[in-house]
């Protein structure tokens, strides 16, 4: 079955520095890759996905890149703030019918003021 | 505003104790699915419904049973609780032919 390994564990960087998470997939057949944020105590919200037939997608200050042939796609972050704080979840699906994630382990992300 | 929730928020139980965790939503969403939280784990899938009477194995079901009463509630059972049970607890819905999942505010279970 499928399976999303996700780095690093733990991220701490400096306000208004970048942040990039990396995930990798095992199977080929994925053609969704979404990102979830979840604030301490909250659930997780949806901030970016990607489908397979586009390399990189754009909202502000958030990008996701997707390498279909390395099986990876990635986070990043730009000019950081504190309240981007949160842990970060990748995730991985292969069909729209069934709607089915396979999440990534989660990212640790720290903004430092 | 629709929402999707989750009752109750925090349960403590005892091993070997029966205990049941509930989900409504008031999206009109057709698909629901149980995920269980651990730390360094990420979010793991125990089962997941199309419809009502329709039930799907996820990657960790065993130990857990699940009930779609109605399209709005889905409900997880611990027929048995065991301390390695102990975990955040999230529902999630999504409309068929759209991708996006949403959560409720999850459960909190501690099995002693």
């Known amino acids: 079955g499928e399976n999303v390994e996700q780095h690093p564990s733990t991220l701490s960087v400096q306000e208004g520095d970048s942040a990039v998470i990396k995930c990798t997939y095992s199977?080929?057949?994925?053609?969704?890759f979404p990102w979830y944020k979840q604030e301490l105590g909250k659930r997780p919200q949806l901030i970016i996905d990607?489908?397979?037939?586009?390399g990189e997608k754009k909202d502000q200050r958030i990008a996701v890149t997707l390498n279909k042939t390395a099986k990876h796609f990635s986070l990043h972050i730009t000019e950081t703030q504190p309240e981007d704080s949160a842990v970060y979840f990748c995730?991985?699906?292969?069909?729209?019918?069934?709607?089915?994630?396979?999440f990534g382990q989660g990212t640790t992300l720290q903004v430092k003021p | 505003d629709a929402d999707v929730t989750q009752t109750p928020r925090n349960r403590i139980t005892k091993t070997g104790k029966r205990i049941m965790l509930e989900c409504s939503q008031t999206?009109?969403?057709?698909?629901m699915y149980w995920y269980r939280q651990d730390p360094g784990l990420g979010l793991r899938l125990i089962y997941y419904s199309f419809d009502v009477k329709d039930i799907n194995k996820g990657e960790i079901s065993d130990g857990y049973s699940v009930s779609r009463q109605a399209q709005a509630k889905f409900s997880l059972s611990l027929e048995s609780a065991i301390p390695n049970q102990t975990a955040l607890y999230f529902c999630?819905?999504?409309?068929?032919?759209?991708?996006?999942?949403?959560f409720g505010p999850g459960t909190r279970l501690t099995v002693l």
């Open positions: 990607i489908r397979s037939n586009v």
């Open positions: 995730a991985a699906s292969i069909s729209s019918n069934t709607g089915k994630l396979i």
């Open positions: 199977d080929s057949a994925s053609n969704y």
């Open positions: 999206k009109g969403h057709d698909r």
């Open positions: 999630a819905t999504s409309h068929m032919g759209e991708r996006e999942q949403f």
